[in-house]
């Protein structure tokens, strides 16, 4: 993969147009979580100091496009930013025409793209003007990158000069290392509620990894593929045939999808509802599976520790109830103890790297949802896609 990156460039005195993701979660005016908005710094940071102009924009919400809301305003952002930086951020609001100056070394916060019209559909009269406000545009939200937008993609078809920020550099690098060469044996968790979501990442890493550890919903149904009473526990029967081609079609080149041997099991969804560990052959048809068991999450363990790489994406069971969330806790303790390059994804991942707080001993977290997934599928993104043109042409 070959794209341009910042150190490609003297940007002292140059128009930089940063696209960020700093869609972040705001309450009353306020920004309730900023980790988005500190893992955007370094690459504005780096711009700054060497003298550029910097504009930065990024979407936030699902507001209207063309209609100005409030309520899906930067400006709780821009305040953050000023914050960190010591100094103030302006915040821009109708900036697609021009018309206003950005001094060297200052940074603006030009106003929630999707605001824009012809921005979500990439409307090159758009994604020309974006282009004209700048003499390098940094892609810099891999979040997005999975879709071809007027802020992501044609932006970067116009612009003077495209490349990768920082934080996209190094996510593209992370996830290239894990999945492209990958040390070996390579160890994949897919976890989450649905088989139906999750087949084709499901289906492409079939093909790459040694192991494929299935968690939460998705192991019912590979549990009941293996010929296991799941009682009521989620399930989606129209997939076990494709469950058991999964698992036939990994047997036969010598790699195992581990299936689990005890779970643990209650009567109903609930905070309160008692744990009962079971024998994975012994589920009653009242039964509904939220964990796995001891004896499995010793052998996901044992598995973890001996990789090579690990890629994680989603639970293995309700871990948001603690009696739930045993096999899930053993999961992010082995990857934090485990000596593989360990990658992981995806907003339910994350909240359990936070809740077993073992953020600092992941080789590399990724911020981004469906990116991340399109990625471990082996699809092109679009915005990747246009930096690699660009480094091209």
Same mark, same amino acid.
């Given at each position: 993969?070959?794209f341009?990156?910042?150190s490609?460039f003297?940007l002292?005195?140059?128009?930089?147009?940063?696209?960020a993701d700093l869609?972040v979660?705001?309450?009353?005016?306020?920004?309730?979580?900023d980790?988005?908005?500190t893992?955007?710094?370094?690459?504005?940071?780096?711009?700054l100091k060497?003298?550029?102009r910097v504009?930065?924009t990024?979407?936030?919400?699902?507001?209207?496009?063309?209609?100005?809301?409030?309520?899906?305003?930067?400006?709780?952002?821009?305040d953050v930013?000023a914050?960190?930086l010591?100094?103030?951020?302006?915040v821009?609001?109708?900036w697609?025409?021009?018309?206003f100056e950005?001094?060297?070394?200052?940074?603006v916060l030009?106003?929630n793209c999707r605001f824009n019209?012809?921005?979500k559909?990439n409307v090159e009269?758009?994604a020309? %003007?974006?282009?004209?406000?700048c003499?390098l545009?940094?892609?810099?939200a891999?979040?997005?990158?999975?879709?071809?937008e007027?802020s992501?993609?044609?932006?970067a078809?116009?612009a003077?000069?495209?490349?990768a920020?920082?934080?996209?550099?190094?996510?593209?690098e992370?996830?290239?290392?894990?999945?492209?060469t990958?040390?070996?044996?390579?160890?994949?968790?897919?976890g989450?509620s649905?088989?139906?979501t999750k087949?084709?990442?499901?289906?492409a890493l079939?093909?790459k990894?040694?192991?494929?550890?299935?968690g939460?919903?998705?192991?019912?149904t590979f549990?009941?593929?293996?010929?296991?009473?799941?009682?009521?526990?989620?399930c989606?029967d129209?997939l076990?045939?494709?469950a058991q081609?999964?698992?036939? %079609?990994?047997t036969?080149?010598?790699?195992?999808?581990?299936?689990?041997?005890d779970?643990?099991?209650?009567?109903?969804?609930?905070?309160?509802?008692?744990?009962?560990?079971?024998?994975a052959?012994?589920?009653s048809?009242d039964?509904?599976?939220?964990?796995?068991g001891p004896?499995s999450?010793?052998?996901?363990?044992?598995?973890?520790m001996k990789a090579g790489?690990v890629?994680?994406?989603?639970?293995?069971?309700?871990?948001e109830?603690?009696?739930f969330?045993e096999?899930?806790?053993?999961?992010?303790?082995?990857?934090?103890?485990?000596?593989?390059f360990?990658?992981?994804?995806?907003?339910?991942?994350?909240?359990?790297?936070?809740?077993?707080?073992?953020y600092?001993k992941?080789?590399?977290?990724?911020t981004a949802?469906?990116a991340?997934?399109?990625?471990?599928?082996?699809?092109?993104?679009?915005?990747?896609?246009?930096l690699e043109q660009?480094a091209a042409?």
């Amino acid at each position: 993969m070959t794209f341009k990156r910042l150190s490609d460039f003297n940007l002292a005195g140059k128009r930089v147009f940063i696209r960020a993701d700093l869609n972040v979660p705001v309450k009353d005016g306020k920004v309730t979580s900023d980790a988005r908005i500190t893992a955007s710094m370094p690459t504005i940071e780096l711009c700054l100091k060497a003298g550029a102009r910097v504009m930065v924009t990024s979407h936030l919400g699902r507001p209207e496009e063309g209609v100005y809301a409030e309520e899906n305003s930067l400006k709780p952002v821009a305040d953050v930013m000023a914050n960190k930086l010591g100094k103030p951020v302006r915040v821009i609001r109708d900036w697609v025409d021009g018309g206003f100056e950005v001094a060297t070394g200052e940074v603006v916060l030009l106003e929630n793209c999707r605001f824009n019209k012809g921005e979500k559909k990439n409307v090159e009269a758009t994604a020309r %003007k974006y282009a004209a406000l700048c003499d390098l545009f940094v892609m810099d939200a891999f979040g997005t990158a999975h879709r071809a937008e007027a802020s992501t993609y044609g932006v970067a078809e116009f612009a003077p000069a495209a490349c990768a920020g920082l934080l996209v550099a190094e996510e593209l690098e992370a996830l290239t290392k894990a999945l492209a060469t990958p040390a070996r044996p390579m160890v994949a968790i897919v976890g989450g509620s649905k088989v139906s979501t999750k087949l084709t990442v499901l289906e492409a890493l079939s093909e790459k990894v040694d192991q494929m550890v299935v968690g939460g919903g998705i192991a019912n149904t590979f549990l009941k593929a293996s010929g296991r009473n799941v009682g009521k526990s989620l399930c989606e029967d129209d997939l076990v045939p494709t469950a058991q081609a999964l698992m036939k %079609k990994m047997t036969a080149r010598g790699a195992t999808i581990p299936i689990a041997v005890d779970v643990v099991c209650g009567k109903k969804f609930d905070a309160a509802e008692p744990a009962v560990q079971k024998d994975a052959g012994a589920v009653s048809d009242d039964d509904m599976i939220f964990d796995i068991g001891p004896k499995s999450a010793q052998e996901l363990v044992d598995i973890i520790m001996k990789a090579g790489t690990v890629v994680w994406n989603g639970p293995v069971g309700v871990f948001e109830f603690d009696q739930f969330g045993e096999g899930t806790k053993a999961i992010a303790m082995a990857i934090a103890n485990t000596k593989a390059f360990t990658l992981a994804g995806g907003g339910d991942t994350i909240a359990a790297i936070q809740k077993y707080d073992i953020y600092d001993k992941v080789s590399y977290i990724s911020t981004a949802g469906g990116a991340f997934l399109e990625f471990l599928e082996g699809k092109k993104l679009p915005a990747v896609e246009m930096l690699e043109q660009r480094a091209a042409g």
